[in-house]
């Protein structure tokens, strides 16, 4: 029994950073309709300034996210104004072969920078755990999730307790009500993208200390969160931490009970699993097919 409670704990902890991870990507499709393809990319070259900036300073990787984070809202802010207003009207489907070309060009710097070879942050505490009763918890993945955790929370309060977050949810449920009210579309949606690039800088920041990883690692970070945001619903932040939670644990019990070789086939298994059986998520909306999309 103390086997298996260990597994879904560590299972949590994951899911906790693929829950920051994924936060990004479900916020930008669900006031833009845009899938950001990109965003396991932008997770990977986030991983790689935190490995520069622990390596040259030997700043602890987890507060290295206080300066990956700004660097990366400063080029989502960037990408958005050079290439994604101008697909912002246009259906997903551009959306998804422009942030494709854009993930294919970062993984391509990353090559030229830091070459094709595995790197990884191993802090002081990299070995180290914690015993809670029976259970131990390892000190990098609780460090992790307990900064993913604050980092969704100062999220949820932007979104729920600010000028700006009301203006994101508006925009999300309604662009036409928005606007008749005075909130500027096009603005949010660039503040939007760029915020949903930003939890790719505190989230590379966290995984650094959790993978290693190489420029082409984010085809299986794309896979993994995109199979995150169709388990929760695709635009719910709420739905994206349940679903990052569950496939956290689902991810642990297959390497604990079934093989590690299997581990990367859990993401697939949860999107084709979803599609069949309930397309739009556990925790989202039905669309009327009876209503136009805006």
Known sequence: MTGVIQTIVLGVLLGGVYALAASGLTLVFGVMNIINVAHGAMLILAAYLTFAIWTHTGL???????????????????????????????????????????????????????????????????????????????????????????????????LTRTWAGRAIRASSQNPQGAMLMGVDVASVAA????????????????????????PASHYQWISRLLGIIVLGGMGNLTGAVVGALLMGVAENICAVYISVQWVTAVPYVVIFAVLLLRPRGLLGARTREDVAPA
Request: hydrophobic content about 60%; glycine content about 8%; charged content about 10%.
């Open 60 to 158: 602890d990787p987890i507060l290295a996210a206080l300066i990956t984070t700004p660097a990366m809202f400063g080029l989502g802010w960037l990408i958005y104004q050079l290439l994604i207003r101008r697909i912002r009207q246009a259906p997903a489907s551009t959306s998804v072969l422009l942030t494709f070309a854009i993930a294919l060009m970062i993984e391509g710097i990353i090559g030229l920078i830091w070459k094709g070879v595995f790197r990884a942050v191993t802090p002081g505490y990299f070995n180290d755990s914690v015993k809670v009763g029976s259970i131990y918890l390892p000190t990098a993945r609780l460090y992790a999730c307990v900064t993913a955790i604050a980092i969704l929370v100062l999220l949820w309060l932007l």
């Open 191 to 214: 503040l939007t993208f760029a915020i949903g690039v930003a939890t790719t800088g505190a989230g590379g920041s966290l995984i650094s200390v959790l993978y290693p990883f190489f």
